[in-house]
């Protein structure tokens, strides 16, 4: 058998004792001549179940479509059958799903015993292995591809679902049609073609072929071909089910995360999500990085306990909550607390782990609020890795648990490593092992960049994954790495604006000495114009002292906050007002503007491109 099937190592339990060469045909009645042997007849009755029996468990062993298949091939073959064909419905209809008409059968694989070199039988034109390109219909009497027609010969036969002699009225008017025209079974052989129906219908098809020179096919046969016909087509519909079902949660779960990272003000981002092994693909994991006011961000990383759909859809509902919250510009800590309420209205045991940091590139300083997560790990400019001394916490959806935050320095050049329990815990080793080894890799990998420089991004992520081995993927890897570059206090300008009628103009006035501080003369006449719009619409609703602040990175970005939560929305100004038309200059002349409501207010900014 070309592919490994040829050898009798490869049969099943119940062909031990065979003479080598010769195939076991489960059924040798007729090759020795003389009278009835009852002792005979029960061994070879013996031997088809022991021979089901072994097929059957090989053809379970399979997880999906190509491995099932495959094992119904390597059992029969040379065993039941010299050669076997494997038809299936394209495309094979999912669960309930109608399928599509017409009904089409493809041929799938076939398998066949090896040939001696002098072996001239027909049946050595049968091909060995998958069968997947069209033109593989020239070297098999089979075509690739069969259109079923409705009240023909071959639907009457699936129809019928119970296997058939080759030799039957039935089979020889369906085997032209299945074999494709011009196409039969060579001369001389003995043949079954088998159903394959599943749960609900017919998926497919199965031909059993024997040479001459080997016993014909006993009616006790047909019985042993619908066993394997059965459970070949009942796991060719788990294996779909099962693909399809895999399929939707891992796109459900891949479409909850962020499809690209934000690129805030004074921080570099990357990230990184494996699914689990193939045997478990769904999880939990989530990362999410969210800009907030004054030119912060948010990172957050997550794991919901559990691998299926609904921990998928758990961690979407979780994400989206933390969205909302870090709109709000909540505290850390006050995120989590909202989290584990949430968490705790899902339902009962809806249990996650959730880290919860705020980087401010300004103060240069991180805020951080931990749920049950493993601690992140600052890498420090010159290889120095340390875990943060963050208070551990409850999980969220425990309830009742208060969560503290802690206030750390961010020097620029760190970089901050946030992940989840999969890249650092397995089977092999501990939560606290896998983290102080990941601490020595990160610290191994900045060595390699020097003291003065960081690691870039993109590699330090591949670099951390590259320490998994094969036993080390029991869960979903999400990872989220922040290199803080920060603002330093020479780029920031920041003033205090008194409510009144002169603010507008106080305004202009301080945007133009700090664009002349930084040679940034060219940018005067926009920023001024904007400046006073955005003022004057803060002065009009602000009871307390307005904000402004310039930052000056990549871009030059302007902040004004006032107390009143009230967002501006731009609209169409007509001829004959006299306001509403500074949202439409902002617009208009900013390369990217926004308003974000703050627990104390609002802040609406925009930003300009600096001149090369």
């Known amino acids: 058998m070309e592919g490994g099937t040829g050898g009798h190592g490869d049969a099943p339990a119940g062909a031990a004792g065979l003479v080598p060469g010769q ?26 179940l022991r021979f089901v029996g072994a097929a059957t468990r090989r053809i379970a062993r399979g997880i999906d479509l190509d491995e099932i298949v495959l094992g119904l091939c390597r059992a029969t073959v040379p065993t039941f059958a010299d050669a076997i064909l494997v038809y299936l419905r394209d495309p094979l209809p999912v669960g309930d799903e109608r399928p599509v008409d017409p009904f089409v059968l493809r041929l799938r694989r076939t398998d066949r015993l090896r040939l001696t070199d002098d072996d001239t039988q027909d049946l050595s034109l049968l091909t060995s292995g998958p069968v997947a390109a069209p033109d593989a219909a020239d070297q098999s009497p089979a075509a690739e591809l069969c259109e079923v027609r409705p009240g023909g010969p071959l639907a009457e036969v699936l129809r019928g679902v119970r296997p058939v002699f080759g030799d039957s009225a039935a089979a020889r008017a369906a085997l032209p049609e299945l074999l494709g025209d011009g196409r039969s079974v060579p001369s001389g052989h003995r043949a079954i073609l088998a159903p394959l129906r599943g749960r609900r219908r017919v998926i497919g098809a199965a031909v059993f072929l024997r040479r001459p020179d080997r016993a014909s096919f006993e009616p006790n046969d047909l019985l042993v071909a619908a066993q394997l016909a059965t459970h070949t087509a009942l796991g060719i519909d788990k294996a779909v089910l099962y693909g399809r079902e895999a399929y939707i949660a891992d796109e459900l779960q891949r479409t909850m995360l962020p499809e690209n990272l934000p690129q805030p003000t004074g921080v570099k981002l990357a990230s990184r999500y494996l699914p689990a092994a193939e045997t478990a693909r769904v999880g939990g994991d989530w990362y999410d990085a969210i800009p907030l006011p004054g030119s912060r961000v948010a990172l957050v990383v997550g794991d919901v306990m559990g691998h299926s759909m609904t921990s998928a859809a758990i961690m979407g509902q979780l994400r989206t909550t933390a969205q909302t919250l870090a709109g709000l510009d909540l505290p850390p800590q006050e995120v989590l607390h909202h989290l584990d309420e949430q968490a705790q209205r899902l339902g009962e045991n809806r249990m996650a782990t959730c880290l919860y940091a705020v980087y401010d590139p300004v103060a240069h300083r991180i805020t951080i609020a931990n749920a049950g997560h493993p601690p992140p790990i600052l890498l420090h400019l010159g290889g120095r890795a340390e875990v943060l001394r963050v208070p551990p916490g409850a999980p969220i959806g425990v309830g009742g648990v208060d969560f503290e935050a802690v206030e750390l320095d961010a020097p620029a050049g760190a970089t901050l490593l946030l992940y989840t329990d999969g890249l650092v815990e397995s089977r092999l080793r501990d939560v606290w092992t896998g983290i102080e080894q990941l601490r020595e890799r990160l610290a191994a990998t900045a060595q390699l960049t020097g003291p003065d420089h960081s690691p870039p991004l993109e590699a330090l992520c591949d670099d951390v994954l590259d320490m998994l081995g094969p036993g080390d993927r029991d869960d979903d ?136």
């Open 23 to 48: 195939p076991d045909p489960v059924g040798t009645a007729g090759l020795v001549p003389g009278p009835p042997d009852p002792v005979g007849t029960a061994r070879r009755e013996g031997d088809r």
């Open 477 to 612: 890897i999400a990872l989220l790495a922040a290199r803080f570059d920060g603002i330093t206090p020479s780029d920031v300008a920041y003033w205090f604006l008194e409510p009144e009628d002169a603010a507008p103009g106080r305004a202009r006035r301080l945007a133009r000495r700090a664009l002349t501080r930084w040679g940034l003369e060219e940018l005067t006449d926009s920023v001024e114009l904007l400046v006073s719009e955005v003022v004057t619409n803060a002065v009009r609703y602000a009871s307390r002292p307005v904000t402004l602040r310039l930052l000056r990175t990549e871009v030059l970005r302007c902040e004004v906050g006032d107390d009143s939560p009230q967002l501006p929305r731009q609209r169409r100004a007509r001829d004959t007002d006299e306001g509403g038309r500074g949202l439409f200059l902002v617009n208009r002349l900013a390369r990217r503007w926004g308003a974000t409501r703050l627990s104390t207010g609002k802040v609406v900014w925009f930003e300009l491109p600096t001149p090369v």
